[in-house]
């Protein structure tokens, strides 16, 4: 069994920035790469970036340049360091690791 648990999210103006952390516990976590997702109302849950035990990352395409995923093996912690944040990043955003997920964080960025 592996539980993550999101922090950071909140309400940020278009062009700030916010930090998300993701806590993870259980078998195997470190072993396996954690990722970071997003739903926007009627959307589909989509990948924003992923990183792998050994610090390989991807991104999606609307969030490079702005957005950077960290790991903390030593914590089982994944991070997202979010820039230059516009209205279309609002979303819940969920921590992945194997087929676990967290329980979601919400983002808002509005004026």
């Known amino acids: 069994q592996v539980q993550l648990v999101e922090s950071g999210g909140g309400l940020v103006q278009p062009g700030g920035s916010l930090r998300l952390s993701c806590a993870a516990s259980?078998?195997?976590?470190?072993?396996?790469?954690l990722a970071w997702y997003r739903q926007a109302p009627g959307k589909q849950r989509e990948l924003v970036a992923s990183i792998t035990s050994g610090g390989s990352t991807t991104y999606a395409d609307s969030v490079k340049g702005r957005f950077t995923i960290s790991r903390d093996n030593a914590k089982n912690t994944v991070y997202l360091q979010m820039n230059s944040l516009k209205p279309e990043d609002t979303a819940v955003y969920y921590c992945?690791?194997?087929?676990?997920w967290g329980q979601g964080t919400q983002v808002t960025v509005s004026s």
């Open positions: 992945k690791n194997q087929n676990f």
């Open positions: 259980g078998r195997l976590v470190s072993i396996f790469p």
